[in-house]
């Protein structure tokens, strides 16, 4: 039988609603049905401790004026080198550049997003929340799959039109 290869995308692993999530489920999966690699987009470790399969997990390279861009080169050579079946990205900041590597073609892998908050709610803690509110109206209907925490936020998924029938609602344990 062969493994069904999945890629996650996460900014860190800090301490957060977001990455317990991950952990959550990056430890749920049988390791002999699923082969799992974690990109992680910054080396916050807070939560690197809980995760069974350390040798999953690769840290992007860090710094320099081509952090993002450097970031983006990183995920397209880890699609390459894997070839998963799925990406799931976790949260705004990994969602948007998987879609953006997506829509540069510089990936062609079904992408997932998985929304663990309010996305209006989210956007307002950041100081560029305008900027990243455009963002998620122009990348966020190219993704192929959403898991929502809640009803609430399937609902928000669905203002920036993305189909209810794209979207999966998987409470948050």
């Known amino acids: 039988m062969q493994k069904t290869r999945l890629l996650f995308v996460i900014k860190s692993l800090g301490v957060g609603g977001t990455e317990d999530e991950l952990v959550k489920i990056a430890n749920a999966l049988n390791p002999r049905e699923f082969e799992l690699k974690i990109i992680v987009c910054r080396k916050t470790k807070a939560l690197y401790s809980r995760i069974k399969n ?18 983006l080169s990183f995920i397209k050579k880890a699609t390459e080198d894997i070839k998963p079946d799925l990406v799931l990205a976790f949260g705004i900041y990994a969602s948007l550049l998987c879609l953006l590597a997506k829509t540069m073609a510089l990936i062609g892998s079904n ?63």
């Open 111 to 173: 992408i997932c997003v998985f929304v663990g908050g309010v996305l209006t709610d989210t956007l307002s803690y950041y100081p560029n929340s305008l900027v990243r509110g455009q963002l998620c109206k122009w990348l966020y209907p190219k993704a192929n799959y959403f898991i929502a925490s809640s009803h609430a936020v399937a609902r928000d998924l669905s203002r920036y039109d993305i189909k209810m029938s794209k979207i999966s609602v998987i409470p948050s344990s």
């Open 54 to 71: 350390k040798r999953s997990v690769m840290f992007c390279k860090q710094g320099g004026l081509d952090s993002f861009l450097g970031k």
